[in-house]
């Protein structure tokens, strides 16, 4: 039996319900989509062996490529060289070796360590966005007023870019990720943020400073195209993800105030309380884990032919229940480090130490300094995104 795909949630807090089928029926399930078939990947072992797997590759290059299987009509010579020139420096995009060069080099702005000197600047901006709410009354539009605003913020941060451009920043990443069903003013915007960021990387060219930028520039390992690229990634992999996961963590943990109430009491718990609200929620879902076999394998006793796509199901391999016991259950003391939704393998989230940063600090901070932080609309009338690529709440007014 094929599947039809993608299949759309209805719930802000679980996958779609054909997901449980789908696992019970096999590891791989065929879908069918209007370039071909692709096989979806349903469970959490099969997820792990795809996604680090030898003789699979996630470049679009690569022939049968998933992505391209939305469109009846595949993209000529002309699209595809305009698509590979915007993408350079776009290394979610490319397969080892190539992908190494970049990973190894962006490494240490990332690790534990590094994310721990940023923590009281993201502090700073989660207090300054949350004086903001009170300044303005006792209402709020948390997706506008906090869940966008802090990635964007702590970005401008990441990239030095100056203060006085944040406003001109923030309006177009907003403007960027606002609806990307509406692809003309999408990328749009993307393009201008785009020229921004050439004229950032060329005017620390002229005058390094010890940032990530100025530091790469350092390394002389990059060419400019490549460095434009790379910051433009990091802005479009950390803006979406982090900004949909803020809100409806702060829903789903008004959900469970027993489990609220003792992370109030222990804010020690907030760290593992990330990981499962990132386990639970999995907003990423397929979209970044498309992959294509370059070789003949079997993956969960199927054959999986060289050129056939994959998608693998992120927000399935996360409610496995051979992987996590009671997986439709919010447990913010459950401990879930194994969950795939910072991905797994060499493309496994680079910025991962930091989302959970952004993410522990927003959401002790708001219940912290907003006890009586409450939703002001009946669920039922809470906009979820069901066919945005990242799952997420379009708004949650909320009040305190
Ligand atoms: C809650 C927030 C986030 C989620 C759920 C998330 C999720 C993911 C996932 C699933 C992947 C793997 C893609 C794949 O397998 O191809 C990924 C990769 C990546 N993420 Fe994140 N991400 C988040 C935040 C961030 C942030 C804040 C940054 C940096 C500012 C970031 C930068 C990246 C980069 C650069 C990659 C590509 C890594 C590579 O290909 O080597 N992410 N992310």
Request: glycine residues 8%; negative net charge; hydrophobic residues 40%.
């Amino acid at each position: 039996m094929t599947q039809t795909f993608p299949v759309q949630r209805t719930c802000p807090f679980a996958p779609p319900s054909e997901y449980e089928e789908m696992r019970e029926q096999a590891p791989l399930v065929r879908a069918s989509l209007p370039g071909g078939d692709v096989w979806l990947v349903t469970r959490h072992a099969e997820a792990k062996q795809v996604l680090s797997g030898t003789g699979i590759s996630t470049s679009p290059e690569s022939p049968g490529h998933p992505n391209w299987a939305f469109r009846a009509e595949q993209p000529g010579p002309e699209e595809r060289a305009a698509m590979r020139a915007f993408a350079v420096g776009h290394f979610i995009d490319l397969d080892p070796p190539e992908h190494n060069r970049f990973r190894r080099l962006l490494i240490p702005e990332f690790t534990v360590r590094r994310i721990k000197e940023l923590r009281p600047g993201i502090q700073r901006l989660v207090d300054d966005l949350i004086d903001d709410m009170l300044a303005k009354g006792g209402e709020a539009e948390l997706v506008e007023a906090f869940g966008l605003a802090l990635p964007s913020l702590v970005i401008c941060q990441l990239l030095g870019v100056p203060y006085e451009d944040h406003e001109f920043f923030q309006s177009r990443t907003r403007e960027a990720f606002a609806d990307l069903n509406d692809r003309d003013a999408s990328r749009r915007a993307m393009m201008e943020i785009r020229e921004y960021l050439d004229d950032l990387v060329t005017k620390a060219e002229a005058d390094p400073r010890d940032d990530l930028i100025g530091r790469v520039i350092e390394s002389g390992q990059l060419t400019h195209g490549e460095l434009v690229g790379v910051t433009f990634l990091l802005l479009v992999a950390g803006h979406e993800t982090t900004a949909n996961m803020i809100p409806l963590s702060v829903l789903t943990l008004l959900r469970h105030p027993g489990q609220l109430a003792a992370l109030r009491a222990d804010p020690d718990g907030w760290p593992m309380a990330v990981d499962e609200l990132l386990r639970y929620l999995s907003i990423v879902d397929w979209v970044a884990f498309d992959r294509v076999a370059v070789e003949d394998q079997e993956i969960g006793g199927q054959l999986v032919r060289k050129g056939e796509g994959i998608f693998v199901l992120g927000a399935s391999a996360n409610r496995d229940e051979r992987a996590f016991e009671r997986p439709d259950e919010f447990d913010a003391a459950r401990g879930a480090r194994n969950h795939v939704a910072f991905g797994y393998g060499v493309h496994q989230c680079l910025g991962q130490n930091l989302a959970r940063a952004e993410m522990e600090i927003a959401l002790r901070t708001l219940f912290e300094r907003l006890p009586g932080l409450r939703v002001t609309v009946p669920d039922e009338e809470l906009p979820i995104k069901r066919t945005a690529p990242i799952f997420g709440l379009t708004a949650l007014p909320v009040t305190w």
